[in-house]
């Protein structure tokens, strides 16, 4: 059974950092598409970053030059580094395990989720 934990989140004020990890179980770490999404309230979820087997990034436009994903197979562990971070970041960030090693746009293509962990940041 696939777990994923995700841990890191915070409050923070405009124009600080966090570092979220997602440590994963149960899977051939590495092998596949890591990604995160975030849902703020009221909003619908979105993808932010995803890295795939090969360590091919992608990131949202919004969120270009500031988040760095990262992971350390050795570690089964997701990183989502976030500096310059705005209120409109504020939102539950979880991380996902797609079901390929390259990264789909779709979510139906991420079969194991976290449960999230809570990102607020205050102006």
């Known amino acids: 059974q696939v777990q994923l934990v995700e841990s890191g989140g915070g409050s923070v004020q405009a124009g600080g950092s966090l570092r979220l990890s997602c440590a994963a179980s149960g899977t051939t770490y590495g092998s596949y598409c890591m990604a995160w999404f975030r849902q703020a309230p009221g909003q619908e979820r979105e993808g932010v970053a995803a890295?795939?087997?090969?360590?091919?990034?992608t990131y949202a436009d919004s969120v270009k030059g500031r988040f760095t994903i990262s992971k350390d197979n050795a570690k089964n562990t997701l990183y989502l580094q976030m500096n310059s971070l705005k209120p409109e970041d504020t939102a539950t960030y979880y991380c996902?395990?797609?079901?390929?090693?390259?990264?789909?746009?779709?979510?139906?293509?991420?079969?194991?989720w976290g449960r999230g962990t809570q990102v607020t940041v205050s102006s």
């Open positions: 890295i795939n087997r090969n360590a091919y990034i």
């Open positions: 996902a395990t797609g079901r390929y090693w390259f990264c789909s746009s779709s979510e139906e293509d991420f079969p194991y």
